[in-house]
Antibody
Framework: EVQLVESGGGLVQPGGSLRLSCAAS????????MSWVRQPPGKGLEWVSV???????HYADSVKGRFTISRHNSENTLYLQMNNLRAEDTAMYYC???????????WGQGTLVTVSS | DIQMTQSPSSVSASVGDRVTITCRAS??????LAWYQQKPGKAPKLLIY???TLQSGVPSRFSGSGSGTDFTLTITSLQPEDFATYYC?????????FGQGTRLQIK
């Protein structure tokens, strides 16, 4: 059974950093594309980043240059390093993956990031 | 980036009703469209992929259609558990953008 469990969210001041983790089980993170999707409180879904099985990455323009997606194959874990955080980065962050490219069959429960002074 | 526009933003319906939600892409995406259902406090759930293929375990009252730029999600005979927010997402190109969501409420 595929499971994704996010952690690492919390309260951080503007300009600060956080690293989110997504522990995977039931499949190998290096064999699938893996994405981060976020949802500001009361708002819709926004795709953030993807890492492909081959290691290539893409980012939303809103986070490019500030966020870095990576994975640790032996730990079977996906990461999102978030630097220079802004108030508008406040959101629930979900990791997700799937079988067909960009289609998200499996989601974690989310981890909440709050950027506030 | 491909823009996804859903309509309506909100709809009220009764148990047993039929509801249709539309999603329009700003450029052609072939059949690479997915629909998700999200309930309050929960992660989204994949309902339909490749425009019309029902995800395993999803009830057959859900159906999707369309190709190119115009797509629909239809729910026949609404059940109480169907009241939720629905999102479309294009899976044709990066960034894989979402529609703004359609909130389905009980009338």
């Amino acid at each position: 059974e595929v499971q994704l469990v996010e952690s690492g969210g919390g309260l951080v001041q503007p300009g600060g950093s956080l690293r989110l983790s997504c522990a995977a089980s039931g499949f190998t993170v290096s064999s699938n594309f893996m994405s981060w999707v976020r949802q500001p409180p009361g708002k819709g879904l926004e795709w953030v980043s993807v890492i492909y099985s081959g290691g290539g990455t893409h980012y939303a323009d809103s986070v490019k240059g500030r966020f870095t997606i990576s994975r640790h194959n032996s730990e079977n874990t996906l990461y999102l390093q978030m630097n220079n955080l802004r108030a508008e980065d406040t959101a629930m962050y979900y990791c997700a993956t799937g079988i067909k490219i960009y289609t998200l069959d499996y989601w974690g429960q989310g981890t909440l990031v709050t950027v506030s002074s | 980036d491909i823009q996804m526009t859903q309509s309506p933003s909100s709809v009220s319906a009764s148990v047993g009703d039929r509801v249709t939600i539309t999603c329009r892409a700003s450029q052609g995406i072939d059949i690479w469209l997915a629909w998700y259902q999200q309930k309050p406090g929960k992660a989204p759930k994949l309902l339909i992929y490749a425009a019309s293929t029902l995800q395993s375990g999803v009830p057959s009252r859900f159906s999707g259609s369309g190709s190119g730029t115009d797509f629909t999600l239809t729910i026949t005979s609404l059940q109480p558990e169907d009241f939720a927010t629905y999102y479309c997402q294009q899976a044709n190109a990066v960034p894989p953008t979402f529609g703004q969501g359609t909130r389905l409420q009980i009338k």
